[in-house]
């Protein structure tokens, strides 16, 4: 993985906005530990645009998921804004690299999943997908009151 500019380069006006510390990830086997990361650290200042560059395994997903809340590190840090990453946060948004259900769950669970990381009661989380309609929007052409926009909306 490539690292990004040296931040000494940058601009007094650009602010660090992410800053990834000395990360380190490592996953237990059946009979051996696996090491995803070792030890990646770079900035990523305000207006910056980021690319994570590598072949297949080598840990760049693992980085991004770890950003933004979604696994913990074995060592190391994430900052955002300056706070610590432990838990998904509200001010970071991440699409996936494939666009993906959880095929366990259903289309409320799926639909509620972004409510469930903020910690929002189970309860209240199948209520307010359920507003929005599930399976039936599919049907409809509609989710949560707005129509698909590449849909005919004529039943």
Same mark, same amino acid.
């Given at each position: 993985? %490539?690292?990004? +500019?040296?931040? %000494?380069?940058?601009?007094?006006?650009? +602010?660090?906005?992410?800053?990834?510390?000395?990360?380190?990830?490592?996953?237990?086997?059946?009979?051996?530990?696996?090491?995803?990361?070792?030890?990646?650290?770079?900035?990523?200042?305000?207006?910056?645009?980021?690319?994570?560059?590598?072949?297949?395994?080598?840990?760049?997903?693992?980085?991004?998921?770890?950003?933004?809340?979604?696994?913990?590190?074995?060592?190391?840090?994430?900052?955002?804004?300056?706070? %610590?990453?432990?838990?998904?946060?509200?001010?970071?948004?991440?699409?996936?690299?494939?666009?993906?259900?959880? +095929?366990?769950?259903?289309?409320?669970?799926?639909?509620?999943?972004?409510?469930?990381?903020?910690?929002?009661?189970?309860?209240?989380?199948?209520?307010?997908?359920?507003?929005?309609?599930?399976?039936?929007?599919?049907?409809?052409?509609?989710?949560?009151?707005? +129509?698909?926009?590449?849909?005919?909306?004529?039943?």
């Amino acid at each position: 993985m %490539a690292s990004s +500019p040296n931040p %000494a380069q940058r601009p007094a006006h650009q +602010p660090t906005r992410i800053q990834v510390r000395s990360l380190r990830k490592r996953f237990a086997l059946k009979d051996r530990q696996v090491i995803a990361l070792g030890d990646p650290s770079f900035e990523v200042a305000d207006h910056e645009f980021v690319s994570l560059i590598g072949p297949r395994g080598c840990g760049k997903s693992t980085v991004l998921n770890i950003a933004v809340g979604l696994m913990s590190a074995t060592s190391g840090a994430v900052y955002i804004a300056g706070e %610590a990453v432990t838990r998904p946060l509200d001010k970071v948004g991440y699409i996936f690299q494939k666009d993906t259900t959880f +095929p366990w769950k259903t289309v409320e669970e799926n639909i509620g999943i972004g409510l469930e990381y903020r910690g929002m009661a189970a309860g209240a989380v199948l209520r307010r997908a359920s507003a929005c309609g599930g399976d039936s929007a599919l049907r409809r052409g509609s989710f949560c009151g707005r +129509p698909f926009p590449d849909r005919d909306r004529t039943p």
